[in-house]
């Protein structure tokens, strides 16, 4: 038992908030419970754990890479490939990225992270690569979800892996989510750009069978046009619907360039989207319309996507982002909204009702963020000044499934400088 006291203020979710005291037991939000370990929350905002709906973890080994920054996807795609293959993608390699991908996104308020795992080279030992990234997670503590991802890679081989993957690490589990709702499993294609309607068709076969959540990507400009010149004038969401890809157990990230008519189609389909500013803004893929799919009825989460486009995996920051960017292409977005996206939204898009709020049985993820310094000074609304004040701010803890991952700053299960150093010499192999 875990009891968060004297918070200034608690969000509980978007909606609603109150002062006081938090409670937890056995994994989940409690109410009015005594006893167990007090964590003094005075100055502090209490939050959800944050969800980072769409991830590339893998990228955290490959950022800033020349040659990758505000170029044409045609331009990035060979060039974060030949950074793969010079590395020789492989499970130590997947586990170090791994850890260093998911410790800086609990460090900074990400207790759930969706990983679209894209790369896949010929040969390699696709189970190792997927046990090794949920180890990675698991030793410290932080929740995934594992997308087994596929970019150009052949259908049938991709079938034999899913179900390899599936029987290595979730043998019994239901809707797959494992019983202690730590490691989730879902499948999907990078997109239209890359796969053909082979490739969906299979993964929405596996998807069946297992009960698994779908995610691909989709309408980034490249992705447009791409669709466009190789199948006689489609757009994306036109392939997606003919193949079965509109549907509401599927999530589709970017959705930068929509039209009004998509978006209407996209709400009537019942699918969730994933909202990637840090990723589209600073690359020049697009900016999504983010007001106006909500204002549809589409539940919108947030992601940082991967290292090799977006340098930071802060999902707080990008929260802010997508506050700053939205006037550009619609009506503003609130704080507190946004927020929402972060957490719930984002949690909704891996069908996890539990994730995202802190409603009486709630998993018992969250975030007690510090409030009292001097960048907060001068605020009048602190749960709308976590995005607005101090854009590089880090909880003080964190806490997932009841346990303390993050106190103080510092990762409860890891060396911060061991996790760096591991990869450092990981990446040392191939400089």
């Known amino acids: 038992m875990l009891r968060i006291t004297g918070a200034t203020r608690i969000m509980i979710d978007s909606q609603t908030e109150r002062t006081g005291d938090l409670t937890t037991s056995d994994g989940v939000v409690v109410d009015g419970a005594i006893g167990g370990e007090r964590l003094d929350a005075t100055g502090c905002v209490v939050t959800p754990g944050l969800v980072n709906a769409h991830h590339h973890l893998l990228q955290s080994a490959f950022r800033t890479l020349p040659g990758t920054r505000g170029v044409e996807m045609s331009v990035w795609l060979p060039t974060m490939a030949a950074a793969y293959a010079r590395a020789g993608v492989d499970d130590d390699l997947a586990h170090a990225a791994a850890a260093v991908g998911v410790a800086e996104g609990l ?24 046990s090794a990234t949920a180890e990675a997670a698991a030793s410290l503590g932080g929740r995934l979800a594992f997308v ?5 890679d ?12 599936v029987d290595a690490l979730m043998p019994t589990s239901r809707g797959g989510v494992s019983d202690d709702g730590m490691l989730q499993l879902a499948v999907g294609p990078a997109g239209v750009h890359s796969d053909g309607k082979e490739t969906f068709d ?22 447009v046009r791409v669709a466009q010149e190789q199948y006689a004038g489609a757009r994306p969401l036109d392939l997606l619907e003919r193949w079965g890809w509109l549907a509401p157990d599927v999530t589709l990230a970017h959705l930068c360039e929509v039209t009004d008519e998509e978006i209407a189609r996209l709400a009537r389909s019942g699918v969730t989207a994933t909202h990637a500013p840090g990723c589209d803004l600073p690359m020049g893929w697009g900016i999504a319309p983010v007001a106006k799919l909500r204002a549809a009825g589409i539940r919108v989460g947030l992601g940082t996507s991967g290292g090799g486009s977006n340098d930071a995996g802060h999902l ?73 004040a101090n854009p590089g701010r880090r909880p003080r803890h964190v806490v997932v499934a009841g346990e303390l991952v993050v106190r103080d700053y510092e990762l409860v299960h890891a060396d911060e400088r061991a996790l760096v150093a591991t990869l450092a010499k990981r990446l040392a192999r191939v400089a």
């Open 202 to 223: 299979v993964f929405a076969e596996l998807a069946h069978r297992f009960g698994l959540r779908r995610r691909t990507q989709a309408n980034e400009q490249v992705d």
């Open 148 to 152: 087994r991802g596929a970019a150009r």
């Open 316 to 388: 707080l920051a990008d929260a802010r982002l997508a506050m700053q960017v939205a006037p550009l292409v619609g009506p503003p977005l609130a704080a507190r909204e946004v927020l929402g996206m972060a957490s719930e939204e984002s949690a909704a898009g891996l069908g996890r009702a539990e994730l995202g709020h802190l409603r009486i049985g709630a998993a018992a993820d969250l975030c007690v963020w510090d409030v009292s310094g001097v960048a907060d000074a001068g605020v009048a609304d602190p749960v709308a000044g976590l995005l607005w």
């Open 154 to 165: 052949d259908p049938q081989e991709v079938a034999a892996s899913v179900v390899a993957i």
């Open 107 to 130: 460090l900074s308020g990400v207790t759930t992270v969706a990983d679209h795992h894209l790369t896949w080279p010929t040969g390699a030992d696709t189970v190792a690569i997927a």
